[in-house]
């Protein structure tokens, strides 16, 4: 049903968020607003708030804020139609008309579901009958009571291919109905058999319910005796249907979400378990916010019903070379998706084992422990980069920078990418070590050169004059670097990925970056300040003398940040240019050359917006 945006804001107007809140969580006026104990996460004092003059709600343990619409979507995983529906009767105001497509194929939906519900009766009844016994027996196995089946709805399919039409048609179902609900397989018109069957046969049965509570599908487990053919596949889930579609599910989620909520429960997240019998085992074992994808890698949809559930949900993986690819496809997975307060953690299990095998043989307690244990996803990827190659070699080590840099790009929040840059880059320099700077060292004169009075050869006069050249490059740059901080906002990247000949400006490069990936904002005081803590203010003098010539070259006093921005890419490019291309670094110089023009082209993109449409 769709809803116009004077309607919404009508019923808004009508309701109070404090009687809608005030269902779920016991309220205490404090002057405007109300306050209470927030319904996201197990605390003792109060930190959420409802202020009916404003029409919102924000708790500060949880940092979820909204309206009564998104409370109630919340709180009892309404969609916004239920919710803004259940809103409607509460204020008295009359839904409006609605469409009418939209009213058949809800219609229509509700009777599929209503079969679907039937079908889960005939296989809990089935499994109870002489048909099941060597399904009870299996799942006996597996620690599984008859109450333990009553709980999870767990039913058994027979080895037939038309028990369940048969049944389902004499309760006066069609076979049309059955084919939509992901029930029954019509064969096509190639087919010699015309006559349709069961999708589901010889397996065990878990019932598959969406957010919102409503049975949509099943997934079905082979039996161990069917289970080696090759020709039967040990899980089978219902087919894309217009209700079920198995990237958008998450097996158990509405009893693991209410759960969370608990009094007492106290955990930031659901656990993400791997199958269905992993998720019945932690239940069992007193983990009841535990849930599972249908058999698949976590998709956007999916995170996303985690994150609506709690901040930082616990993914479950095996310890295996398996287990760890899972684990790494979920951290490509969730890297664009990460937003302040949003995160995942990662459980990894003895290898070979999942959390049923866990619980059977160590206990709840082992399990908790390796709850317990659970990393960060910055951990995680940290250990998957650093694990893709050997780092014995400074070429190996420059690929694992990059490497952090391309990461870097895969986040789309600004304020989480700079945080995983200051941890990202603070673990490799712990790792690995920054080079240090030796007072006295100087890169223009040394013991046993031309000192004194004694000139340069004609050939070595040609030799200077380049690399005299590239040094004056790298002073510009590290010397406009210390005029305007600001630009590293632009050019950090780039910075890190030059190699500079002179000591005098590496070592001024590592303290800038050190700076960069410690601060919040840039200051050109603060910089020197920091600089000259590190031991290094005579270092910088010789360029503060040639601040001149910095400035001169990036464009003038009266430059706009964006052109010198631009400038100092492409003197960057020149330099870069200059490095030997040996073998070893063709890709690390590929990949610099690479940054370097995204630079280029987002500074380039400012500069236009900073001279206007109307300035050539």
């Given at each position: 049903m769709q809803f116009g945006e004077h309607f919404i804001d009508e019923l808004k107007a009508r309701i109070r968020p404090s009687d809608v809140v005030g269902k779920h969580v016991k309220l205490k006026r404090q002057g405007r607003e109300f306050a209470g104990l927030s319904p996201f996460t197990n605390e003792k004092t109060p930190s959420f708030f409802v202020n009916d003059e404003k029409g919102f709600y924000h708790c500060f343990s949880s940092g979820k804020h909204g309206d009564a619409i998104s409370f109630l979507m919340e709180v009892e995983g309404l969609s916004f139609?239920?919710?803004?529906?259940?809103?409607?009767?509460?204020?008295?105001?009359?839904?409006?008309?609605?469409?009418?497509?939209a009213e058949a194929r809800a219609a229509s939906n509700k009777k599929t579901i209503s079969w679907i519900e039937r079908s889960k009766e005939f296989f809990e009844k089935t499994l109870r009958r002489e048909i099941g016994k060597e399904a009870r027996t299996y799942l006996k196995t597996r620690g599984l009571t008859n109450q333990d089946c009553k709980r999870f709805g767990i039913g058994f399919a027979p080895h037939s291919f038309s028990a369940l039409i048969d049944e389902m048609v004499q309760q006066g179902a069609s076979i049309e109905r059955l084919v939509e609900a992901g029930l029954v397989i019509r064969p096509d018109d190639s087919s010699q058999n015309k006559k349709p069957w069961d999708r589901f046969r010889g397996r065990i049965m878990f019932p598959i319910t969406d957010a919102r509570g409503r049975l949509i599908a099943f997934g079905g487990r082979a039996l161990e005796t069917e289970a080696p053919n090759k020709k039967t596949a040990k899980y089978l889930n219902s087919p894309e249907t217009n209700l079920f579609h198995k990237g958008g599910v998450l097996y158990r989620y509405p009893e693991a979400r209410k759960s969370l909520h608990k009094p007492g429960n106290g955990a930031r997240g659901l656990i993400v378990a791997e199958g269905y019998m992993d998720v019945i085992a932690l239940v069992r074992a007193g983990f009841e916010h535990a849930c599972a994808p249908l058999g698949t890698a976590l998709t956007e949809d999916q995170l996303a019903l985690l994150w609506r559930a709690g901040p930082e949900p616990t993914l479950c993986f095996d310890g295996d070379k398996a287990g760890l690819r899972a684990a790494f496809r979920s951290v490509e997975r969730a890297l664009p998706l990460l937003r302040p307060g949003q995160t995942l953690r990662f459980a990894l299990l003895p290898d070979g084992q999942d959390p049923d095998d866990?619980?059977?043989?160590?206990?709840?307690?082992?399990?908790?422990?390796?709850?317990?244990?659970?990393?960060?996803?910055?951990?995680?990827?940290?250990r998957r980069e650093i694990e893709r190659e050997v780092l014995d070699s400074p070429e190996a080590k420059a690929g694992l920078k990059n490497r952090i840099f391309g990461v870097l790009r895969d986040i789309s929040d600004q304020g989480v990418r700079e945080q995983y840059k200051t941890a990202l880059l603070e673990r490799f320099d712990k790792e690995f070590g920054r080079p240090k700077w030796v007072p006295g060292n100087s890169p223009y004169r040394k013991k046993g050169a031309w000192g004194g009075k004694q000139k340069p050869t004609k050939s070595q006069q040609n030799k200077m004059q380049p690399q005299a050249q590239q040094i004056a490059r790298e002073r510009r740059l590290i010397g406009a670097v210390l005029e305007w901080p600001e630009l590293l906002e632009c050019i950090d990247q780039t910075l890190f990925g030059l190699?500079?000949?002179?000591?005098?400006?590496?070592?001024?490069?590592?303290?800038?970056?050190?700076?960069?990936?410690?601060?919040?904002?840039?200051?050109?005081?603060?910089?020197?300040?920091?600089?000259?803590?590190?031991?290094?203010?005579?270092?910088?003098?010789?360029?503060?003398?040639?601040r001149n010539l910095a400035i001169a070259a990036m464009g003038g006093v009266d430059a706009k940040i964006a052109q010198r921005q631009a400038i100092w890419l492409t003197e960057a490019r020149k330099l870069m240019r200059r490095e030997s291309s040996g073998a070893a670094k063709e890709d690390t110089r590929g990949r610099l050359a690479d940054t370097i023009r995204s630079d280029q082209a987002n500074a380039l993109q400012r500069l236009s917006r900073a001279i206007g449409p109307n300035r050539s």
């Open positions: 139609p239920e919710a803004v529906e259940r809103l409607a009767i509460m204020a008295g105001m009359e839904l409006p008309a609605a469409d009418p497509q866990l619980l059977r043989a160590k206990g709840v307690e082992a399990m908790r422990k390796v709850l317990e244990r659970s990393v960060p996803l910055v951990d995680m990827l940290w190699k500079f000949s002179s000591p005098a400006c590496e070592n001024l490069q590592n303290a800038l970056l050190n700076y960069w990936q410690n601060t919040i904002a840039v200051d050109k005081r603060a910089l020197i300040a920091h600089i000259e803590e590190e031991g290094m203010a005579a270092a910088i003098k010789p360029f503060m003398r040639e």
